[in-house]
Protein backbone atom coordinates (compact mmCIF):
# COMPACT_ATOMS: atom_id res chain seq x y z
CA UNK A 1 0.00 0.00 0.00
CA UNK A 2 1.07 3.82 -0.61
CA UNK A 3 2.03 5.50 2.22
CA UNK A 4 3.88 9.02 2.66
CA UNK A 5 5.84 10.45 5.93
CA UNK A 6 6.57 14.06 5.95
CA UNK A 7 8.87 15.98 8.48
CA UNK A 8 10.73 18.55 9.01
CA UNK A 9 8.19 20.92 9.72
CA UNK A 10 8.44 22.78 13.39
CA UNK A 11 8.09 26.69 14.95
CA UNK A 12 10.35 29.12 12.97
CA UNK A 13 10.37 33.09 13.28
CA UNK A 14 9.37 34.98 9.91
CA UNK A 15 12.70 34.66 8.07
CA UNK A 16 13.42 31.69 9.17
CA UNK A 17 14.24 28.33 7.04
CA UNK A 18 12.86 25.21 7.08
CA UNK A 19 13.65 21.37 5.30
CA UNK A 20 10.42 19.25 4.91
CA UNK A 21 11.07 15.75 3.61
CA UNK A 22 8.85 13.00 2.47
CA UNK A 23 9.85 9.17 2.44
CA UNK A 24 7.65 7.35 0.36
CA UNK A 25 6.53 4.02 -0.19
CA UNK A 26 4.42 1.34 -2.23
CA UNK A 27 5.14 2.94 -5.36
CA UNK A 28 7.95 3.39 -7.66
CA UNK A 29 8.92 7.09 -6.66
CA UNK A 30 10.66 7.71 -9.82
CA UNK A 31 7.86 6.90 -12.44
CA UNK A 32 5.72 9.83 -10.49
CA UNK A 33 5.28 13.53 -10.22
CA UNK A 34 5.48 14.37 -6.79
CA UNK A 35 3.88 17.60 -5.03
CA UNK A 36 4.03 19.52 -1.90
CA UNK A 37 0.58 20.57 -0.85
CA UNK A 38 -0.61 22.24 2.42
CA UNK A 39 -3.46 23.34 4.00
CA UNK A 40 -3.98 26.50 6.39
CA UNK A 41 -6.93 26.44 8.88
CA UNK A 42 -10.08 27.22 7.17
CA UNK A 43 -8.47 26.93 3.96
CA UNK A 44 -8.76 24.37 1.15
CA UNK A 45 -5.96 22.20 0.45
CA UNK A 46 -3.40 23.95 -2.60
CA UNK A 47 -0.91 22.93 -4.31
CA UNK A 48 2.42 24.41 -3.59
CA UNK A 49 5.04 22.78 -5.79
CA UNK A 50 6.20 19.96 -7.33
CA UNK A 51 8.41 18.07 -9.39
CA UNK A 52 8.10 16.08 -12.02
CA UNK A 53 9.45 12.87 -13.33
CA UNK A 54 12.28 14.40 -15.29
CA UNK A 55 13.34 17.30 -12.48
CA UNK A 56 10.76 19.87 -13.92
CA UNK A 57 9.31 21.89 -11.19
CA UNK A 58 6.78 24.13 -10.88
CA UNK A 59 5.89 26.36 -7.95
CA UNK A 60 2.78 28.64 -6.88
CA UNK A 61 3.80 32.53 -7.40
CA UNK A 62 3.53 33.22 -3.35
CA UNK A 63 6.41 30.90 -2.93
CA UNK A 64 8.43 31.76 -5.88
CA UNK A 65 12.20 32.77 -5.33
CA UNK A 66 11.71 31.02 -1.55
CA UNK A 67 11.33 27.62 -2.23
CA UNK A 68 13.28 24.57 -3.76
CA UNK A 69 11.66 21.22 -4.58
CA UNK A 70 14.11 18.41 -4.79
CA UNK A 71 13.70 14.50 -5.46
CA UNK A 72 16.27 11.45 -4.55
CA UNK A 73 14.13 8.75 -5.97
CA UNK A 74 17.19 6.40 -4.72
CA UNK A 75 16.10 7.24 -1.54
CA UNK A 76 12.54 7.77 -2.02
CA UNK A 77 12.22 10.86 -0.85
CA UNK A 78 11.11 14.53 -2.33
CA UNK A 79 12.09 17.63 -0.03
CA UNK A 80 11.19 21.18 0.11
CA UNK A 81 13.84 23.90 1.28
CA UNK A 82 11.54 26.67 2.36
CA UNK A 83 13.65 29.96 3.25
CA UNK A 84 12.00 33.30 4.16
CA UNK A 85 9.09 31.90 6.12
CA UNK A 86 6.23 34.24 6.26
CA UNK A 87 3.63 33.50 8.81
CA UNK A 88 1.13 33.25 5.47
CA UNK A 89 2.77 30.25 5.15
CA UNK A 90 1.83 28.66 8.22
CA UNK A 91 -0.23 25.23 7.47
CA UNK A 92 0.11 21.43 7.58
CA UNK A 93 2.69 20.20 4.68
CA UNK A 94 1.35 17.18 2.84
CA UNK A 95 3.31 15.15 -0.13
CA UNK A 96 1.19 13.27 -2.56
CA UNK A 97 1.71 12.15 -6.15
CA UNK A 98 0.49 14.83 -8.64
CA UNK A 99 -2.03 15.17 -9.24
CA UNK A 100 -3.38 12.82 -6.49
CA UNK A 101 -4.70 9.81 -7.81
CA UNK A 102 -7.05 9.00 -4.46
CA UNK A 103 -7.74 10.22 -1.44
CA UNK A 104 -4.60 9.07 0.91
CA UNK A 105 -3.28 11.53 2.67
CA UNK A 106 -0.19 10.97 4.77
CA UNK A 107 -0.01 12.49 8.34
CA UNK A 108 1.19 15.66 6.73
CA UNK A 109 3.42 18.24 8.98
CA UNK A 110 2.83 21.12 10.89
CA UNK A 111 4.63 24.41 9.71
CA UNK A 112 4.27 27.68 12.11
CA UNK A 113 5.52 30.94 11.07
CA UNK A 114 5.14 33.17 13.86
CA UNK A 115 7.07 36.04 16.10
Known amino acids: QVQLVESGGGLVQPGGSLRLSCVAS????????IGWFRQAPGKDREAVSC???????YYIDSVKGRFTITRDNGRSTVYLQMNSLKPEDTAVYYC?????????WGPGTQVTVSS
Open 51 to 57: VGTSDGV
Open 96 to 104: NRSPPPGDY
Open 26 to 33: GFRMAYWN
